[in-house]
């Protein structure tokens, strides 16, 4: 697929997250791997985030840490663990001047030709919980996130470009009255949801990328329109291509890719 991306000559590739099953940073390795020899580990070529699949270890939780120190704290040591993991191994694609103490959040502003192009990537994943998140699949901004985002020089640092959220979880996903998959949205929730909605109008955002929920589709909520990038592992031959013009005006289409 990166030999597609690259066949198609692709401005930026984004990826929302799960990029392993395992969160083993080894396997980010891999990735990583991957994408250099397709000369695309680079900051103008590709931004990544973390998903529930990359930073907790499901079974661990469950069957080693839950029974050998049920702390919560530790539970989010872990997690926090894991993302200061992932900022190493992915800074150059998170910092474009290499600065050690860069990672999620973060802001990235980029430029092409006279258009300006901006991404405000956050970490949505939640720690385990037996109670809580017994699937390790809930998640939410964290406070600290969101006021790091109110800081107004990072509203200062976007003016005038096309603002792009970045998170992992999706604002939406049944949203049915059937218990079943009521019962299946908490599992999923992105708890305070509206409050990271609120927060990307105010940094200017009509546009949001997610997954989490492995279906390709798209949605607005008051205003901003939410993209979910489907999965590789359902449907590895397709993806979400999005063009943007110079005047702010943009398009996306679901591609199938035909080998």
């Known amino acids: 697929m990166f030999e597609e991306f690259v066949r198609r000559g692709y401005d930026h590739l984004v990826m929302t997250g799960d990029l392993i099953d395992t969160a083993s940073p080894a396997d980010w390795e891999i990735l990583r791997e991957a994408l250099d020899r397709n000369g695309l580990f680079d900051w103008n070529k590709t931004t990544v985030i973390p998903g529930n699949h990359d930073l907790i270890n499901l079974?661990?939780?469950?069957?080693?840490?839950?029974?050998?120190?049920?702390?919560?704290?530790?539970?989010?040591?872990?997690?926090?663990?894991?993302?200061?993991?992932?900022?190493?191994i992915f800074r150059p694609l998170i910092s474009g001047d290499g600065e050690a103490g860069a990672g999620l959040p973060f802001i990235k502003?980029?430029?092409?030709?006279?258009?300006s192009i901006s991404f405000v990537a956050v970490n949505t994943v939640d720690p385990w919980s037996p109670t809580?998140?017994?699937?390790?699949?809930r998640g939410s901004v964290w406070p600290q996130t969101l006021q790091a985002l109110s800081d107004p020089q990072v509203a200062q640092a976007l003016d005038g470009s096309f603002v792009i959220g970045l998170c992992h979880h999706a604002y939406k996903v049944y949203g049915t009255g059937?218990?079943?998959?009521?019962?299946?949205?908490?599992?999923?929730?992105f708890r305070n949801r509206d409050d990271y909605l609120r927060m990307m109008k105010k940094l200017g955002s009509n546009l949001v990328l997610h997954g989490h929920f492995h279906r390709f589709q798209v949605y607005s909520v008051g205003g901003v329109t939410f993209i979910n990038g489907g999965s590789f592992r359902y449907f590895p031959k397709r993806y979400g291509e999005l063009v943007i013009g110079a005047d702010g005006e943009w398009s996306h289409r679901f591609v199938n890719v035909v080998w």
Do not use: C, H
């Not at 502003?109 to 258009?115: A, E, N, P, Q």
């Open 132 to 137: 809580d998140n017994p699937l390790g699949a």
């Open 109 to 115: 502003v980029m430029r092409f030709g006279d258009m």
């Open 178 to 189: 059937a218990m079943i998959d009521q019962a299946f949205d908490w599992t999923m929730q």
């Open 59 to 88: 079974e661990q939780e469950m069957r080693v840490y839950n029974a050998l120190n049920p702390i919560d704290g530790s539970r989010r040591k872990r997690v926090e663990g894991r993302i200061r993991e992932f900022n190493a």
